[in-house]
């Protein structure tokens, strides 16, 4: 099977402008994650979905970044406007499961987004 | 709130012996433990993982250790290759909270040399 696609793969920006990440899980997978991965940590979550709704967005900082799910299956997570601290890869993952498994889920390659 | 804790950030071991991984948590209330490998430029790829009733799962060259009174995690991986050389990630999935929601370590930078 496919899997998580992700794009772009990089991204430069500078600060105080927006910037916009795609994701397409794999096929018939109803959960949708998006993830932020600063360097020297690990993954932490922004934002998931179950088909078109939002599940969890606890994290989200809302005053900046966006995401939508639209007909439960494409997803694109907007950063407007962007800070530095915003610098980091942006990985998203899917799953078939509504709650989680003892195989987890699937992540995609994610975007590394560099403000300067 | 759950958190895990991976208190070294690399690990250097000799082609052909042990690596051992660690990992510890702080909240009891999960499903499952996992470990997450992590080559550059990719997204991190499902390894193993253990059921929060048993204290030992093994898959090959990969064995995990889960000691639930210290609340410690560990991953062992005998014989080491070249190419395990790679970031791992130790995670859990909470029980009680947002369905499914992966709560990560800090990452381990494991090297392996030939």
């Known amino acids: 099977e496919a899997g998580v696609a992700q794009s772009p793969r990089y991204k430069i920006i500078e600060k105080r402008q927006s910037v916009a990440f795609w994701c397409n899980p794999i096929?018939?997978?109803?959960?949708l994650y998006w993830y932020q991965q600063i360097l020297g940590q690990g993954p932490k979550l922004l934002i998931q979905?179950?088909?078109?709704?939002?599940?969890?967005d606890s994290q989200l900082p809302k005053d900046r970044f966006s995401a939508e799910r639209l007909k439960g299956v494409d997803s694109t997570l907007k950063i407007q406007p962007a800070k530095l601290e915003d610098s980091a890869v942006y990985l998203c993952a899917s799953s078939l499961a509504v709650f989680g498994t003892a195989n987890g889920y699937t992540f995609g390659s994610g975007t590394r987004l560099t403000v300067v | 709130d759950q958190q895990v804790k991976q208190n070294s950030p690399s690990l250097s071991v000799q082609e052909g012996r042990i690596s051992i991984l660690n990992c510890d948590y702080t909240?009891?209330?999960?499903?499952?433990f996992l470990w997450y490998k992590k080559y550059p430029a990719e997204g991190p790829t499902f390894l193993i993982s253990?059921?929060?009733?048993?204290d030992k799962n093994e898959d090959g060259r990969f064995t995990v250790f889960l000691n639930k009174s210290a609340k410690h995690l560990s991953l062992h991986i005998v014989p080491s290759q070249p190419g395990d050389s790679a970031v791992y990630f130790c995670a859990n999935i909470s029980r009680g909270t947002s369905y499914g929601k992966l709560t990560f370590g800090q990452g381990t930078i494991l090297t392996v040399h030939p």
């Open positions: 096929s018939g997978h109803a959960t």
């Open positions: 253990i059921s929060s009733i048993k």
């Open positions: 909240n009891s209330m999960f499903d499952y």
């Open positions: 979905f179950q088909n078109n709704g939002v599940v969890d």
